[in-house]
């Protein structure tokens, strides 16, 4: 039955980070209003978790999808180097314009993913804290 | 499409080495895994089935009998086993997370008469799992 069947290989990372909810699309009172807590001007942070799944042939020489190591230097240089104890908001880039909610940190840590060259992205998965989850999978999302 | 999922623990010993391989090439690649003497993990498996609930039971199928289906076919298989060398099904492989969870589907799929195998996934740690189901999005 391994013919029809795939293979992916998941990973867990961590990193913490600040941030602070605020668009400049929205009044003070409304920023307040719709982010709470989260919109706090001096911002506030979490211990972030991310899990990456990739998929891919499984070599028979070494058993592995994808060595871990080429992984997680991958990940580790891509994307916990320029989060891990930053500011979202003031050290990263995208989140200069963007508000880094959870769900735009997954969508870009997706983006800095996806040219990994060994295997394939299958999607990324952020905790916020352990009862907020957010995945993304790129444009063509497929339920599994 | 109802989805159910069981969960089971199995500590096992293995280690990574390809004989076609050159000693430094196995260290290389291998790296810590390759310790000549194995090591060992408490794996975790979480097997999913889908199906639709009988109407008379309320139930995919019965748990009792997915729980005597791993309890045979997996920890009976590979609980407090050193995997290169007594588990037939990865006889000639590398048991890595990727190989096990594709091992493990093949003992499992057979098996589930009532609604069918979805998924399994399987920890090796906290940090680390391989997932194996069908693909038939492609």
Known sequence: MSGETKIELGRRYRFSASHRLHSPQMSEEENCRVYGKCNNPYGHGHNYVVEVSVSGQVDPATGMIVNLADLDGFVEREVIEAFDHKSLNEDVEAFRERVPTTEYVCMEIYERLKPFPLAKLERVRVEETSNNAFEYAGEEFQDH | ?138
């Not at chain 2, 008379?56 to 050193?82: A, C, N, P, S, Y």
Request: glycine share 6%; charged share 30%; proline share 4%.
């Open chain 2, 1 to 138: 499409m109802v989805y159910l999922t069981r969960k089971i623990e199995f500590s096992a010993s293995h280690l990574y080495h390809n004989a076609a391989l050159s000693a430094e090439e196995n260290q290389r690649i291998f790296g810590k895994c390759n310790n000549p003497h194995g090591h060992g993990h408490n794996y975790t498996l979480e097997v999913t089935v889908a199906g639709e609930p009988d109407p008379v039971t309320g139930m995919v199928l019965d748990l009792k009998e997915l729980k005597e289906i791993l309890e045979r076919e997996i920890t009976q298989r590979m609980d407090h086993r050193f995997l290169n060398y007594e588990v037939a099904e990865l006889k000639g492989q590398i048991p890595t997370c990727e190989n096990i969870v594709r091992a493990i589907w093949n003992l499992l799929e057979p098996k589930i008469k009532q609604g069918r195998l979805h998924k399994v996934r399987l920890y090796e740690t906290a940090d680390l799992f391989a997932e194996c189901y069908r693909n038939e999005a492609k």
